[in-house]
């Protein structure tokens, strides 16, 4: 079976950056299992899987705008530390649950600290970087109607209600 909207899809893969940083894998552990077309796994790798099938692989480079977005200069900011209440140091490379204007809680992570003022910036830690994935698929089936009507993989590496 080729991979096509609404399959059930599970691969090996290996993420790198352009300098051959390994991000993230999956070898060695458990693969990903995902519903094509429901938006479960960034566009670029999405649409490079569709007419695959079980024991291909693929090399495939992701363009920012494909996978996590490019770098939102209006998401990097510089707020006072005492924003920071109740945290004893404030250091580049520390994330926090921060909420926006309108209620939504989102990642940020602290990029520098100058004085009394930290830098954040709630970019997807992935985004302006292209993204090099090695990827195996393992197994390829149809999506049950509840898994269509959820969005999401259910049972052995999926989710489970």
Known sequence: MQIDQNSVVSIHYTLTN???TVIDSSINID???YLQGAGNIIPGLEN???GKSAGDTLTVRIAPEDGYGATVLELIQQVPME???GVETVEPGMTFQAQDQSGYMQR???TAVNGNMVTIDANHPLAGQ???FDVTVVEVRAATQEEMD???VHG???HHH
């Open 108 to 110: 940020v992570e602290v």
């Open 130 to 132: 292209h993204l090099n």
């Open 31 to 33: 693969p990903l299992v």
């Open 48 to 50: 490079a899987l569709v």
């Open 83 to 85: 924003m920071f209440q």
């Open 150 to 152: 959820h969005g999401h």
């Open 156 to 158: 052995h590496g999926g």
């Open 18 to 20: 352009d300098e051959g």
